[in-house]
């Protein structure tokens, strides 16, 4: 059941009480107590909820797939990043893009595991998301038996170090085979590699891997769907919701239905563009000086400091972006990274699209997504010169400053130039 079907009774500020509990209707099993949900390592990463973070299962396809969603942000621009756990036919379990391996997070896991057989496989899909590579290593040691396969062409920043200094099991870890026929996984899935994509200080690699059985496909941060409603994992703490709410620094932060929405799809807007044309920000010295009249001042609403201020026209932008929930690439990926190889990037998406998917699993955002190949395949053309299909192009006023950001990183020689659509 979807987020807006579960809207009629939000939960108070605060979170929920210690215990057993389940989201209404959701089928989301909730935690025990907040211990279970430490992550100490967070400085390595520091994003909020920095070292609590609470983990949502949902069973995907019935005794086969089940996500993990974990939320992750910078000032309250919280969005989901999923890890998802497929049964292997043989018995056992294949794990997609590890989350932070909260107590709660491998409990949920270990129940997974009684039922299903033990982790076998544990896979690293990307080379740039941090957020995705920092916790392959500690998640891999609660499973000592896993084989760990990452995508090829790892980096790391300001130099290239070892997979094992950098945290991964050494004497278990290689990088996934140039041929899905030769994984040990082969019975049960095919993977198609993009990149890598040269870009400059690193390299951008992403691997799509398809269970045949199910006919769904995983993918990191290639394609997106973007709710109209907010996720189940961010509604567990409504508070970054209800912050961007607000209109001034002025306002209440009230919990209702509607603040939640409007606040998620103004995250939308942030996580996306960064800065789209609907938003305006206010001077630091008047942010300031509008904080000393702010109703709430404590340091979780950053002592009343609000410098956002949104035009009319922010909804039309995210109907836009949102476009009913259609699939989609990242206004990020489409202005600083695939643009760098467009026929790698169109040769990856016509080898993907010829599985026959009919359900997504990204890492990101909405999931599962109802779409199947062709939908996959059209979310590419915004590459082509002459797409088969009519692209659905985003408002350009809102790439603002994500053209600003390419122009500035080309002529600094940290980023190569874009090539021409194919």
Known sequence: M???????????????????????????????????WSWPLWPILPLYPYGQRRTLRRE??????????????IFYVVVPIRM???????????????????????????????????????????????????Y??????????????????QWSFPINLPLSWLGFP??????????????????DFDYAVLGPIRLGLGTFTEVALFHRRSHTLLVTDSVLSIPDYPPDVVQIDPYPLLFHARDSASDP??????NRRKGWQRIA??????????????????????SVKAPHRTRRAYFG???????????????????????LVAPILQTLILNRAPSEVIAWADQVSQWNIQRIVPCHLDAPIEANSRSFRQAFTFLEKQPQETPQLLPEEDFELLRELEISLNKRGITPPAKEKI
């Open 2 to 36: 979807k987020a807006q079907e579960m809207w009629e009774q939000p939960a108070s500020l605060g979170g929920y009480s210690d215990g057993a509990e389940r989201y209404p209707e959701s089928g989301y099993l909730q935690s025990h107590s907040s211990g279970d």
């Open 60 to 73: 995907v396809v019935k005794d086969a797939i089940w996500t993990f969603d974990q939320v992750q942000g």
């Open 84 to 134: 998802t756990v497929v049964r292997l036919q043989a018995g056992g379990l294949l794990v997609y893009a590890p989350i932070a391996p909260t107590q709660e997070c491998i409990r949920l896991v270990r129940e997974l595991e009684a039922a299903h057989g033990e982790v076998r496989y544990i896979i690293l899909p990307t080379t740039s998301g941090l957020e995705h590579k920092v």
């Open 136 to 153: 392959v290593g500690p998640f891999a040691r609660n499973f000592p038996t896993a084989q760990v396969f990452v995508a090829p062409s």
């Open 170 to 187: 050494g004497q278990r870890t290689s990088v996934l085979p140039d041929n899905s026929l030769a994984a040990p996984f082969a019975g």
């Open 253 to 258: 932060i009230v919990d209702t239905v509607g």
């Open 269 to 290: 807007l942030f996580a996306f563009y960064f800065r789209p044309s609907a938003l305006r920000v206010v001077p630091l010295g008047q942010a300031i000086r509008e």
């Open 305 to 327: 400091v609000f410098p956002f201020r949104w035009t009319e026209r922010w909804q039309q932008s995210f109907a836009a972006l949102q476009g009913n929930g259609r699939l």
